[in-house]
């Protein structure tokens, strides 16, 4: 006998952790959505359970490490398991092009580390438990999904010829090199326990975050996700977007 898939999802009250809630409920996945705001969370999930999906609010603040524990019990009583665990939540607070590496201050460069690397790692590390939890009684195996950026590509970034090069937000890129790392490691480790571990890029997508100037919808920006999220079989220690492979 199989059970319904759990995702949880963090940073899923908007963006494109939101539209990638709204895709897995209706590939019938039980959706938690993780967000540190309780009115954002619970309405979000509202407006979902309201079209007749099997979403819920589960509070998590990623920065804070006890929260992130806590939500881990929570899930731990309520629900049993996760089989997929995706790290979408993140800040940017260095996209200005008035920002300049070399005169960034040390404290924008941990407060983004602090969010998009120490709060990703921190999630794996509660929710691992719950991942473990998911192997044996469903079609689907446990992943960790990491939203990362093409920013994050060192190859892309160091090559004049690509579209990326004059992006030079040092805080947010080396937080997505990070997570990259983060990525391979975890693969490698995790490859007896049967947990695939990728990253993602989403592509350059319209939401606060990517703002309106981005060529790409949310929809866009959530299918690669949601079509890594729902493989029977899906590949481990990967950095893919919609064309395929990114180099690291
Ligand atoms: N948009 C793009 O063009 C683009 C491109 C490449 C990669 N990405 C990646 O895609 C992911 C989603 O981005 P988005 O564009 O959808 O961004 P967004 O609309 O700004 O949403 C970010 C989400 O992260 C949450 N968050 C931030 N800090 C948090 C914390 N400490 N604890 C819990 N939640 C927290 C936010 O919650 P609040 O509402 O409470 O602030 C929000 O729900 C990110 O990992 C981003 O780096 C985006």
Known sequence: MTTKPVTFITGANKGIG?????????????????TRNVQRGEAAAETLRAEGFD????P????DESSIKDAAETVAR???????????????YDFSPATRPSTLS?????????????????TIHHFLPLLKQAGTA????PQI??????????????????????????AYNSSKSALNAITVALAKDLVEDKIS???????????DMGTDNAPRTVEQGASIIVKLATMENPPTGKFLDDDGEILW
Do not use: M
């Open 145 to 170: 999904i990491n939203i990362s950026s093409t920013l994050g590509s060192l190859t892309s970034l160091s090559d004049p010829e690509h579209y990326y090069y004059g992006v030079n937000t040092v």
């Open 197 to 207: 571990v990728n990253s993602i890029c989403p592509g350059w997508v319209k939401t």
């Open 78 to 92: 309520q629900w049993k398991q996760v089989t997929v665990l995706i790290n979408n939540a993140a800040v940017n």
């Open 60 to 63: 998590i603040d990623i920065n």
């Open 106 to 122: 040390v404290d924008v460069l941990k407060d983004t580390f602090l969010t998009n690397v120490f709060g990703a790692f921190a």
């Open 138 to 141: 469903q079609i689907l195996k």
């Open 18 to 34: 939101n539209e990638v809630a709204r895709q897995l409920a209706q590939h019938d996945f039980t959706v938690l959505i993780g």
């Open 55 to 58: 979403v819920h609010f589960v």
